[in-house]
């Protein structure tokens, strides 16, 4: 089957945050948003360089083999493309603004799947699965929906080698799809509540490109149900967003602040949006996961009803949610630093990675002895453990590698610690001697308690370590004065707001940043609005965000 896209020009996509980095020797001839998208690279984005063969390259790897990162505090956005390229996280796909997700990165989505999948199921929803390609014509029955995407729409408007009789849309997001078919499936108030989920990918014609952060494909999981009364459909849309609250504190490390969206941010088609927004490492806000309350606006549009206990005809009250590979992108923002990654053990895809060291010939076997017993210890005790036994690289070229993977624990063994029956461990999150413990014993017990101890000690530390970050850069403002101010540093500015829509175009137009939310936790008292000196109820939180 033959399919063609009509899709908007390519000339203007991947601009600066997603553009390839030049090799080292060239960035500081070019300013990083005056670059241009060169052709695909097989090197472009692998650190890891090819195992030497015996035959032609049998010189082991050093350290001066690993790619240089730009600082963090030097260009942001650099270092953070340089962390994916070589933590070998994702690499550009051959369609600009696409781009493939290698293995190491696609664990850590795995991780989030398996953590997710469980609460979804506890909550009493089953995952389904519904098709991409959606009839033009189901966009256009929600007014507003169609508004707020069609500027992102991929159309398929041949197939088979012939004009379609109507256009499709790749899928941008489902609401109009699932309503189609909750119409077939919801006759009476028995077939409620209906609750779903799907993982699946999603198709948004994005102008503005940055990897895992906002691509033109990515893979999400997005939850749709259907109520039979308002309070329901309340009460779900907050228990999801409740849920990702705790995955981003628990699993992730990073302590969001939940609240609701403006009226000029929420969700097209939803009475009510609820988000979870994250402070990155340069302070900008990422927006790591929603919950929409959509009330009747889309079962109204597809005729979506039940008959209630009483006899009579209803609409039916509706939720989605979602969250996206973008959470990766607000990991590597939150936690990492210029040595790479920097995983919280709880989604990092390996926990501890063993590296044995050897001079001689005959220390190797001791040592590699001792390496894969320590590793089936841990392995029996449910930690994700790797050992890095290759002898092409050296120990310091293994060392460096792992750190860039973010790898939350190394255990280091030569023959010293074999004969002591002992290990050294270093921890990721803290570097150089003071993150390093030496004569750690190998007896089973006393090595997996340990290891575990320390695996959750860096958990908190790196929460505890993200909570101080966001705090020490949340400014509480009065004015609008103070507001710009604040922005004008970086931080978020928190502060009372009963202001018009036009009031928070203003603020957008003038500053750059944008009501974040309504934080779910609000100070007592009375308040006064920042912008116009009225009576406020709540305070907003306003950011330049991503």
Known sequence: MVSSLRLPSLTSLFSSPYLRRPPPLLRRLHHH??????????????????????????????????????PRSQDFNAWYVDIIANAELADYGPVRGTMVIRPYGYAIWEAIQDYLNVKFKETGHSNMYFPQFIPFSF??????????FSPELALVTIGGGKELEEKLVVRPTSETIVNHMFTQWIHSYRDLPLM????????????????????????????????ANPEEAEKEALQMIDVYTKFAYEQ???????????????????????????????????????????????????????MDENGERQHVWQTSWA???????GIIMTHGDDSGLMLPPKIAPIQVVIVPIWKKEDEKTGVLNAASSVKKVLQSAGIKVKLDDTDQRTPGW??????????????????RDVSSASVVISRRDVP??????????????????????KLDEIQSSLLGRATSFRDSNIVDVSSYDELKAAITLGKWARGPWSASDADEQRVKEETGATIRCFPFEQPQGTKTCLMTGSPAEEVAIFAKSY
């Open 323 to 329: 969250v996206s590979t973008r959470f990766i992108g």
């Open 252 to 306: 992730a490390a990073i302590p969001v602040i939940a609240g609701r969206k403006s009226k000029a941010e929420t969700f097209a088609g939803a009475d009510r949006t609820y988000t979870i927004e994250a402070m990155m490492g340069d302070q900008k806000a990422l927006q790591a996961g929603t919950s929409h309350n959509l009330g009747q606006n889309f079962s109204r549009a597809f005729g979506t009803q039940f």
């Open 196 to 227: 779903v989920n799907q993982w699946a990918n999603v198709t948004r014609w994005e102008m503005r490109t940055k990897p895992f952060v906002r691509t033109l494909e990515f893979l999400w999981q997005e939850g749709h149900t259907a109520h």
């Open 432 to 453: 150089g001697k003071q993150g390093k413990v030496f004569g750690i014993s190998m007896e089973p017990s006393i090595l997996e308690a340990y290891v575990k101890d």
């Open 139 to 148: 966009i256009e029955k929600e007014a507003s929906h169609v508004e707020g």
């Open 398 to 415: 293994k060392f460096n590698f792992w750190e860039m993977k973010g790898v939350p624990l190394r255990i280091e063994i030569g023959p």
């Open 33 to 70: 948003h005056k670059l241009s998208f060169p052709p695909p690279l097989t090197t472009a984005f692998s650190s890891q360089t090819t195992s030497a063969s015996t035959t032609e390259n049998p010189k082991k790897q050093t350290n001066q083999d690993h790619k240089v990162i730009t």
